[in-house]
Each structure stands twice: as C-alpha cells, then as structure tokens.
C-alpha cells in the first residue's frame, strides 16, 4: 500500500464534485459523466478538508481504526483521478459554477396535428428566442402533408435539432424525412406493436402520456455534465428554458400541466415566458423540493415532476414518489 504524506493537503480535479446525500456520498465526474459512490462519512471529511484547507492528517484522526482502509480509498480515489494531493492548495480555485446562458429558451415541444398561423410563425423562427432545440409531437396519426410544411418552415432559421414523436404508423418512409431535413435526429414512434431501435429511429409500445410522464428510473437518467451541473445549482433542471405549446396554441411548462398560461398570441411568448408566475418552475432547485434536497442525485437529475409550493412556506414537495429513495438509497424494484 502506497503512503502519503500527511502534510499535503487534498483537493478534488475542477470536474470532480463532491455530493452529499441523507444516506450517501457521491462524486459526479462530470468530464467523463460518471457517478462514484462512497461512504457518506469519507466524502464529509474530505469535503471539509478541502473546503477548510485541512492537511491531510486530519482525517487520518478520525479514521485511526480503520486507517488501512482510509488509505485504500485515498489511493483508489487518486487512481482513478478524483482527487489530488497538493502543497499548495491555494492555487486550485476550483469550478467555475457561474451559469451564463444569453437566451430566453432552449427547448420548445410544439404539439404539430393543429398547424395555426400563430404556430406556423413560431416554426418559422424559434431562433428568436435563443432556441435551438425543437420537439414536434403529435397525439393523432402522422399527418405527412403537415409534416413536410413543417420542414419547409424551418428552412433557414438557427434550430440545430429537431426530435419528432409520432404515433406508429407503418407507412412513415423516415429516409426521406432524414433526407430532406439533416437536423431531424430523432423519431420516437409510440403506441408500436414492436420495440425496435435502428439509427435515428425507435418504435416502442407505451403511450404518448407514457413517454412523456417517464419518471427517472436508474442512473442513466441523470445528466452528469457541466451544464447540466451548474444549471441545477439554481434552476429546474427539467423546466429551466422550455416551453410546451399545446394543439390549441396554449403555452404550458410541459404536457403534464394541466391549466397552462395563455394562448400564443401575436408577440405575446416574450411577455408570458417573463410573468413571475412563469418562470417560478424554471427557478425551483432541486435544494428547494422536500426529500430531493436529500438525495446525492440532486444536481444532476432531470426529474420531470412539477413541484407543489407549501402553504406559507418556501419549500416544495412532490405529490408523487420518486423511484429513488434517498434515505435508503434504494430504486423502486
Ligand atoms: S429523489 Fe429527487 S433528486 Fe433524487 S432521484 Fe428522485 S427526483 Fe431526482
């Protein structure tokens, strides 16, 4: 077993974060987009010696029964290029967690089997907003001829990606669709009576309500990356910049609320995105939802269930159950 020298002083890489949960610890890589686990207790000690700048013999005073394994996770933790050991830990900075983004959206979901005038302008140009994600659902059989208006739409604008989601349909010739427009990326086709996934496209047998109220599952449902990070700090990482514009032109957060705001109207999406009462959802953390402010996974979970605000109180909950359960640490089997 390797020996340190106990007069060093530990410090975590840029891109490693330390996370702390009721039950357990963990350290999100978020370069390469992996989670660790460890002992809630190590990543405490670690967490206040790098925070304090503590030298590293003090957290050997509170490991001295069990210093061999102490020094096991000390070695893995270097191995594996989590953490560092360093003389002069003041010129580590650490992450820059400041979140910049210039534009007013990223996503917007358009529901396509109603194609209005006030719809058709949005298409048109969603680079107004600083979007450039469009994701284009529709809730009845695919309709071709709207489709290819769609795509004659979009010419021109700054959308880098577009999803389409569709009820299955066996006549759909995606090629052509591929063909025509290079920024569709991806067609999920519901209610298929096969599971099939090849290339841009897949077929899977769950309803519309289904795909789009999927809760997270595993920990391949979290988004273990820089934005993703730094966004979650302080916003939804779900909700944050989206919008969710139904068939009768209404402007929600997403398909699962169910009253919505107003109507898109001319120029009025600039104006109803900028109401406190809008951007509440964008700006609730998950440190601010009862249980999730709990759970390791919180900074990089893009759990799609809309927090419900406590009477009086700053605090959110959730009228549902997470598959996850923080205190236990433990996924719903
Ligand atoms: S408890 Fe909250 S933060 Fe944790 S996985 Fe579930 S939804 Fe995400």
């Given at each position: 077993?390797?020996?340190?020298?106990?007069?060093?002083?530990?410090?975590?890489?840029?891109?490693?974060?330390?996370?702390?949960?009721?039950?357990?610890?963990?350290?999100?890589?978020?370069?390469?987009?992996?989670?660790?686990?460890?002992?809630?207790?190590?990543?405490?000690?670690?967490?206040?010696?790098?925070?304090?700048?503590?030298?590293?013999?003090?957290?050997?005073?509170?490991?001295?029964?069990?210093?061999?394994?102490?020094?096991?996770?000390i070695?893995y933790?270097?191995?594996?290029?989590?953490?560092?050991?360093?003389?002069?830990?003041?010129?580590?900075?650490?992450?820059?967690?400041?979140?910049?983004?210039?534009?007013?959206?990223?996503?917007i979901?358009?529901?396509?089997?109603?194609?209005?005038?006030?719809?058709?302008?949005?298409?048109?140009?969603?680079?107004?907003?600083?979007?450039?994600?469009?994701?284009?659902?529709?809730?009845?059989?695919?309709?071709?001829?709207?489709?290819?208006?769609?795509?004659?739409?979009?010419?021109?604008?700054?959308?880098?990606?577009?999803?389409?989601?569709?009820?299955?349909?066996?006549?759909?010739?995606?090629?052509?669709?591929?063909k025509?427009?290079?920024?569709?990326?991806?067609?999920?086709?519901?209610?298929?009576?096969?599971?099939?996934?090849?290339?841009?496209?897949?077929?899977?047998?769950?309803?519309?309500?289904?795909?789009?109220?999927?809760?997270?599952?595993?920990?391949?449902?979290?988004?273990?990356?820089?934005?993703?990070?730094?966004?979650?700090?302080?916003?939804?990482?779900?909700?944050?910049?989206?919008?969710?514009?139904?068939?009768?032109?209404?402007?929600?957060?997403?398909?699962?609320?169910?009253?919505?705001?107003?109507?898109?109207?001319?120029?009025?999406?600039?104006?109803?995105?900028?109401?406190?009462?809008?951007?509440?959802?964008?700006?609730?953390?998950?440190d601010?939802?009862?249980?999730?402010?709990?759970?390791?996974?919180?900074?990089?979970?893009?759990?799609?269930?809309?927090?419900?605000k406590r009477?009086?109180?700053?605090?959110?909950?959730?009228?549902?159950?997470?598959?996850?359960?923080?205190?236990?640490?433990?996924?719903?089997?």
């Amino acid at each position: 077993m390797r020996r340190f020298n106990k007069e060093l002083y530990i410090k975590f890489y840029d891109s490693c974060v330390p996370v702390i949960g009721a039950n357990s610890g963990v350290i999100y890589d978020i370069q390469r987009g992996e989670i660790h686990f460890f002992p809630k207790i190590l990543i405490e000690k670690l967490l206040e010696t790098t925070k304090k700048n503590i030298k590293l013999k003090s957290i050997y005073n509170v490991f001295t029964e069990t210093t061999p394994v102490l020094e096991e996770y000390i070695d893995y933790l270097i191995n594996i290029e989590l953490i560092f050991l360093t003389e002069y830990p003041e010129n580590f900075v650490g992450l820059n967690t400041e979140f910049l983004q210039p534009f007013l959206l990223d996503v917007i979901l358009l529901e396509i089997d109603i194609l209005s005038e006030e719809k058709i302008k949005l298409i048109q140009r969603p680079d107004l907003y600083g979007c450039k994600e469009l994701i284009l659902i529709t809730r009845e059989e695919f309709q071709e001829h709207l489709f290819l208006d769609i795509l004659k739409y979009l010419k021109g604008n700054k959308i880098q990606n577009i999803k389409l989601i569709t009820k299955y349909s066996p006549s759909i010739k995606i090629e052509n669709y591929l063909k025509i427009e290079p920024r569709l990326r991806e067609i999920l086709f519901y209610e298929s009576p096969y599971f099939r996934k090849k290339e841009s496209a897949t077929y899977i047998n769950n309803s519309l309500e289904a795909i789009m109220n999927r809760r997270i599952e595993n920990i391949q449902d979290f988004a273990v990356n820089l934005h993703a990070f730094t966004e979650s700090l302080n916003h939804n990482l779900f909700f944050n910049r989206k919008i969710y514009v139904n068939n009768n032109d209404k402007i929600k957060h997403y398909f699962s609320e169910k009253n919505g705001f107003e109507k898109l109207k001319e120029n009025n999406l600039i104006s109803i995105i900028n109401k406190d009462s809008f951007k509440e959802l964008w700006d609730i953390s998950k440190d601010q939802i009862e249980i999730c402010k709990d759970c390791e996974f919180r900074y990089i979970c893009p759990d799609n269930r809309i927090p419900i605000k406590r009477k009086n109180r700053n605090i959110y909950f959730h009228k549902t159950k997470c598959n996850y359960n923080p205190y236990t640490t433990k996924w719903k089997t």
